[in-house]
């Protein structure tokens, strides 16, 4: 098999017509209106807070911003918040960057989302939060975390950075918790260029969430919250508008990308996918592989490494773990989450994205199935 030219990355962002984008953007030229809650970012707060159910709904510049103004939002003075290693590293540096700790539960095997019967047993009077990781597009066992979150009267706050347009049993995964936090950056399935949003429960959050994200304003003389400046530009949200006319059509082409990949690969000893649990409408975000290198006979970095040879860009996603990451050297002990360690060793994003051309997803799979011994 020839090396590919141009090579495949392991995503593709998805880009409307040109030509509806610059129409847009000949409204945003016309009112000179460029940010602060234009009518761009209207129009996208509220089809999104329609689109994922929320009762409320802010948009932000990036998901990491969307983050931190949700965990300031909550008024926290220290403490801690219980979460996960498996995520990417946004996540754990907007809890220390709020000025708490993050204590790390470990992950269940089949989903790799939090383990919800480890919880509890991490609860202590410092605990001052629950915030589980939505993974690949499968959400957490939220009912589960509902109940130890009622019982200790902690809040959950859901980092649904992969979860957007995912719903259980026709449940939005936005209705559950005190908020959920979506990322729209460019490699996500959807985008708008840069940007987020923090979906919540109560009107007085979303009303804090305005302030953190301008600089605590919430009039030129009402300044509340020592807040920064996450703001939406228009051009973002005419982005987003679009994108979201186009959802379902991406969802679908990504969804015959994913069931080439699962035929392709079906039956391979040591090599697995994620299940999709009962009920669960995926949107496709990812396509994690994991890697058994006793059975398959090749570690996921041997396997990533070939890949590569070829001219097809994977990725190691999550790794490293958080809780390894040089910025927090010797402050945590990956060991104490032994399933999300061995994930992280073993899991291989393949290539996706809607306009994957199933000709290449098979070459892929040959090349991965080649690495087997």
């Known amino acids: 098999m020839q090396k590919k030219d141009p090579p495949i990355l392991v995503t593709r962002p998805s880009l409307p017509p040109v030509e509806e984008y610059e129409a847009l953007v000949r409204e945003i030229f016309s009112t000179h209106y460029l940010t602060n809650g234009g009518a761009q970012h209207q129009r996208l707060e509220a089809a999104l807070r329609d689109h994922l159910g929320a009762q409320h709904l802010r948009l932000f510049t990036n998901g990491h911003l969307a983050l931190e103004c949700a965990i300031s939002a909550f008024g926290f003075d220290g403490g801690e918040i219980i979460t996960t290693p498996f995520t990417f590293i946004s996540t754990t540096h907007a809890i220390v960057r709020c000025g708490l700790t993050p204590v790390f539960c470990d992950v269940e095997p089949t ?4 383990d919800t019967e480890r919880i509890e047993a991490l609860i202590t009077p410092r605990t001052r939060a629950i915030l589980p990781v939505h993974v690949y597009g499968n959400p957490c066992d939220m009912e589960a975390i509902d109940r130890v979150a009622k019982k200790h009267g902690l809040p959950v706050l859901y980092d649904a950075a992969h979860a957007f347009g995912v719903t259980i049993h026709g449940r939005a995964v936005a209705s559950y918790g ?3 936090m979506f990322s729209f950056h ?3 399935c959807y985008h708008t260029i840069e940007g987020g949003a923090v979906a919540c429960r109560s009107a007085d959050f979303a009303e804090r969430l305005n302030g ?8 030129e003389e009402d300044i509340r919250e020592v807040g920064g400046n996450a703001k939406m530009n228009e051009f973002q949200a005419a982005m987003g508008l679009l994108n979201l006319k186009y959802f379902e059509r991406e969802i679908e082409k990504r969804g015959r990308v994913a069931a080439r990949y699962r035929e392709n690969l079906a039956g391979i000893e040591g ?3 994620r299940p999709i649990p009962d009920g669960i409408r995926q949107n496709y975000a990812y396509l994690p592989v994991t890697f058994d290198p006793e059975a398959f006979g090749r570690t996921r970095d041997e396997v990533d490494k070939t890949l ?7 990725r190691k996603y999550f790794y490293p773990l958080p809780s390894e990451a040089a910025c927090y050297q010797g402050r945590f002990r990956p060991e104490e989450t032994p399933v999300a360690l061995a994930a992280s060793r073993r899991v291989l994003t393949l290539p996706m994205y809607a306009d994957l051309a199933l000709d290449d997803v098979d070459d892929i799979c040959e090349i991965v199935a080649s690495c087997r011994q």
């Open 186 to 188: 460019a490699t996500k």
């Open 271 to 273: 090599l697995s996918f």
């Open 308 to 314: 590569n040879s070829y001219g097809v860009f994977a």
């Open 212 to 219: 953190y994200k301008n600089f605590g304003l919430h009039s």
């Open 178 to 180: 005190e908020a959920s």
């Open 111 to 114: 989903y790799y989302t939090i």
